[in-house]
């Protein structure tokens, strides 16, 4: 088999990752001496990469709400939001599936700043994640009542 076109080097992904990301409205931080901070990777990587897949964050809380008959619909808003928190601090499963969701739009940079602050930044993103998603409880409401997590 042949191929026609230039090999896609890690040059292009992180190029296609980056185009790819919407932009979000932070504070300028200036850049610091001693490089990067956990504080400006939250900013510049992890808002954005939140955002572009907050329709698949929100579908994946769905499906497992689903797929381990949660009471969720039947619940108060309070206790949907509960719900959320809950299930992302404390199921491993669905928190590794959000987390790899997320850390595999990494650029090569990212993911290798990513790595020794791994379980900092871990934290970070897991807390901005329930944020998002009970932010949109009424979408995963829609979802779930719709049938469409799991593609019913």
């Known amino acids: ?24 409205e932070t504070a ?10 956990v504080g400006d990777f939250l900013h510049r990587t992890l808002r954005p990469v939140l955002k572009l897949q907050n329709e698949l964050l929100l579908v994946l809380v769905a499906d497992f709400i689903q797929e381990h008959h949660i009471p969720f619909l039947t619940s108060s808003a309070v206790e ?10 404390r199921n491993v499963k669905l928190r590794y599936l959000l987390v790899g969701t997320v850390v595999g739009l990494f650029t090569q940079s990212e993911l290798a700043f990513y790595r ?37």
Do not use: C, K, W
């Open 1 to 24: 088999m042949s191929q026609t076109s230039a090999a896609f080097t890690p040059a292009d992904r992180d190029a296609a990752i980056l185009t790819s990301r919407p932009l979000v």
């Open 116 to 152: 020794p602050n791994r379980a900092e930044l871990n934290r970070r993103l897991l807390e901005l994640a329930i944020r998002r998603v009970q932010d949109h409880v009424a979408t995963l409401a829609v979802l779930l009542a719709e049938g469409t997590a799991t593609g019913e």
């Open 28 to 37: 300028f931080l200036p850049p610091t001496a001693d490089g990067p901070t």
């Open 80 to 89: 949907q939001q509960r719900v959320v928190a809950e299930l992302l601090t």
